[in-house]
């Protein structure tokens, strides 16, 4: 009981830190996305999802590690999709204890992939297909609480879609427009 309420405390932190990130510009969406995993990933291994929490920590680094590319204005390697999926895969296979393992592999290569985008309107359409396949997870493992916790996420990144890329249209947009 004690470790599903840690579990649950720990999710709820990360959510939060999640959902405020969504509504920023890109590097502090990185900040925050960095942050929030150190709590995702701590969740994840107080319930046991080993595969889940280690790769939750190295998307930690992965964050972090973009970050610095956004901070200096310069375009994130390719090359690091290729890298951390490798990670990701490998750590998948050491740790593998069940086919829904397999998602919690192909997520944070989605997530990889997202960020290595330029403009944060591609990066949140590409944030909902892995946000979805951690919802499926945690309802197979059950972690009810924490799919919905991912729910919740979806629906924050849809709203901050329609927030500020369809009613409030961000100044890049316009200017293209002209």
């Excluded at 830190?17 to 995702?40: E, G």
């Excluded at 390697?77 to 290729?82: A, T």
């Excluded at 990701?88 to 997202?114: E, N």
């Amino acid at each position: 009981m004690t470790q599903f309420i840690i579990s649950q405390v720990l999710g709820g932190i990360a959510l939060i830190l999640v959902c405020i990130s969504f509504f920023c510009n890109k590097k502090v969406f990185l900040i925050f996305q960095t942050v929030a995993n150190v709590f995702y990933g701590s969740a994840f291994l107080v319930s046991l999802s080993i595969v889940a929490g280690i790769n939750t920590f190295v998307s930690m680094t992965r964050t972090a590690l973009f970050y610095f590319y956004e901070r200096k204005n310069k375009q994130i390697p390719y090359y690091y999709i290729l890298i951390y999926s490798a990670i990701y895969i490998a750590i998948g296979i050491i740790f593998f204890k069940s086919p829904w393992d397999i998602l919690t592999i192909i997520s944070p290569i989605l997530f990889t992939t997202a960020m290595t985008m330029r403009k944060m309107i591609t990066v949140n359409f590409m944030l909902i297909i892995p946000n979805i396949m951690f919802v499926i997870y945690n309802i197979f493992n059950t972690f009810y609480t924490s799919a919905i916790l991912d729910t919740i996420e979806v629906a924050v990144i849809v709203v901050s879609i329609i927030t500020y890329f369809v009613i409030k249209k961000p100044p890049e947009q316009i200017n293209s427009e002209n």
